[in-house]
């Protein structure tokens, strides 16, 4: 492989040296590939999901499902990325595997790892089917918003993503909270993240208007 400075010099954003398998409380941000206006759009200070949004939602409430040692808190789809809060209420295996080789797929990182994996897989096979059965992308209806499953506006968003790929960007953001005043903080700032759309950082990449 030639030198490529943006992969050979691409830094960590994991705190070094830190047990993400240990019981704890994180506060975590994916980001849709390329930033793409993906999951549906604010209205009057208000998330509205389309097909994918569900979709992402959906697989987000089925993690606990999956991994009985975690909790949710709050979360949010957004237009092109999700905030959530995962609490690991226990480290599955340590006490009874003292000295054990601890499994990863008890990390944080494989818990987003889980969770790309299923929305990408869901995405992929709607656009798939309705591609092969229409010639043209139609949307299953959604409960929460129906207007914004229109096929045009949904062909037009996924045509600024690279199928071949997961729907969301390569790596994560995470956050770990270590005390109450932290997470009230954050848990606010995930409740009032679509009254403050205009103005978060996030915003300023319009892949789908």
Known sequence: MNYNPNIHHRRSIRLKG????????????????????????????KMELNTFGEIAQEEWIKTIEIRKNIALAEF????????????????KGNTE????????????????????????????????ESLNSTGGLQSAPTQSAPTQSAPTELTRIISRIDLS???????????????EKAYRNISNYIINNP????????????KSD
């Not at 790929?165 to 005390?179: F, L, T, V």
Request: include cysteine.
């Open 18 to 45: 830190y047990d993400y398998a240990q019981a704890g409380i994180y506060f975590l941000t994916l980001c849709a590939q390329n930033q793409t206006h993906l999951f549906g759009k604010i209205r009057n200070g």
């Open 76 to 91: 949010i789809i957004m237009p092109n990325h999700i905030h959530g809060i995962i609490e690991i209420k226990y480290s």
């Open 97 to 128: 595997n003292i000295g054990k080789f601890k499994s990863p797929t008890q990390t944080i990182g494989a818990i987003i790892r889980g969770y790309k994996g299923a929305t990408t897989k869901r995405i992929k096979i709607l656009i798939g």
């Open 165 to 179: 790929k997961s729907i969301w960007q390569r790596d994560y953001y995470e956050h770990i909270i270590r005390d």
């Open 195 to 206: 009254k403050k759309w205009e103005v978060d950082k996030f915003h300023k990449s319009k």
